[in-house]
Structure formats: C-alpha cells, structure tokens
C-alpha cells in the first residue's frame, strides 16, 4: 500500500501569512494526488486535484505543485476563513484512495 | 446540480451490519460512468476511504483492503441509490460516515471527490 504522509500535523498561523503543508508518498504516485479543506461539522471541499489543478470556484491563493513523491500545498496569503484541517488524497492505485492525516491550521 | 444525503441508523450493536444509504438528486446515479464513494471519520481523526462502486451498464466495487471482507457496497438504479453495509463491527467502526462522488472537468474524468453528502454519525454500543 501507498503511505502518505502529511506534515506538519498541526500548524498555528497569521491572517496574511504564507502557509505550506507537504505531503510525501512513498512511491512514485506521479501526479495523482488531490488537496481538500475541511472545517468543523463539515464534509470535505476539493481544493486542488491533480496536484496543481485548481478547483473551479476555488480563490487563487491557494495552489498545489509537485510531482512523483514530494507535493506541496500553500496558501499565499491566509484569510479568515481558511483556517481549517486540510488534507492530501493520492489516487495512484485507481479508483482506490488514500488521505493523508491532515493538518490542522489554527489562528495564531 | 448534484446532491447527495446518507441516511441510516445513528446506533448500531457490536457483531450488528452497519447499513446506510445515500441518496442522489439532482441527477442519475446510472448515468455519466461516476465512481461513488464511502469514506468515513472517525472521532477527532482523519478521512479514511471505504471504498466505491461503478456503474455502466454493468456494475463494478472496489474496497479498501483492510476493510474488503466486512463491506458491501451496492446500487439501485431505480432508487437512485447507492448502499454501505460494514459487518461484524466493533466500537471502532464509530464514525462519522460520508458518501462522496468524483468528478469531470470538461470530458476528461477527474479522480477527486467533488461532490460529498454533509455526513452521517454512526455509533457503535451496546
């Protein structure tokens, strides 16, 4: 099986910061890794899919790139409302998928 | 627009089946060759997939291995329904579960849930 791991596990941020969350795999998964954003209560939102396809809707501070093993997720610039838990997903094993553990990011 | 709602019982006893349904409106569940989707929460924890079903014309699953003897998912067309059923399970079947389904952009199929019910908590005690 495919281990994601996703760090850091927790992360405490500004409003306007810079924010990046890494997801490694432990084998080549190419481009098939998605990113979601959930908050309290709520299902999942896609955010980026394909590793740097940016979800129709989705603001464009937020942005995916990597490939084979190593993926990064940043936000350019933290709003409010962006403080959530989010996610990797790698799908290289189709239709089978895999999530990382999450990163929680709060308000610092 | 798409929608979909998991319903089912929010208590379930150790060695019971756990069985839940979600519902989609807003569009065939038999049309457009989608993957549907269970993935599940447990308390405070990450997203874990269950696993998913494909339909057209013929019928196809898919499990997570660790899960594949205990799950069961299935179709109804003519409900416009798709179905979990988890046997055998303990209190760490607790969770919160939902049903999600992948996506297209343009004609070309994407392998990302953008469609997900709002979730459905299911505990297991006696």
């Known amino acids: 099986d495919i281990q994601m791991t996703q760090s850091p596990s927790s992360l405490s941020a500004s409003v306007g910061d810079r924010v990046t969350i890494t997801c490694q795999a432990s084998q080549d998964i190419s481009n098939y890794l998605n990113w979601y954003q959930q908050k309290p209560g709520q299902a999942p939102k896609l955010l980026i899919y394909d590793a740097t396809n940016l979800e129709t809707g989705v603001p464009s501070r937020f942005r995916g790139s990597g490939s084979g093993t190593d993926f990064t997720f940043t936000i350019t610039s933290l709003q409010p409302e962006d403080f959530a838990t989010y996610y990797c997903?790698?799908?290289?094993?189709?239709?089978?998928?895999?999530f990382g553990q999450g990163t929680r990011l709060e308000i610092k | 627009q798409v929608q979909l709602r998991e319903s089912g019982p929010g208590l379930v006893k150790p060695s019971q089946t756990l069985s839940l349904t979600c519902t989609v409106s807003?569009?065939?569940?038999?049309?457009?060759?989608?993957?549907w989707s269970w993935v599940r929460q447990h308390p405070g924890n990450g997203l874990e997939w269950i696993g998913c079903?494909?339909?057209?014309?013929?019928?196809?699953?898919y499990y997570k291995p660790s899960l594949e003897s205990r799950v069961t998912i299935s179709l109804d067309t003519s409900k416009n329904q798709f179905s979990l059923e988890l046997s055998s399970v303990t209190a760490a079947d607790t969770a919160v579960y939902y049903c999600a389904r992948d996506g297209f952009r343009g004609d070309r199929r994407i392998f990302a849930m953008d469609v997900w019910g709002q979730g459905t908590t299911v505990t297991v005690s006696s």
């Open positions: 079903i494909y339909h057209r014309g013929s019928t196809s699953t």
């Open positions: 997903q790698q799908y290289e094993n189709l239709p089978r998928y895999t």
């Open positions: 807003g569009g065939s569940i038999s049309s457009g060759g989608y993957y």
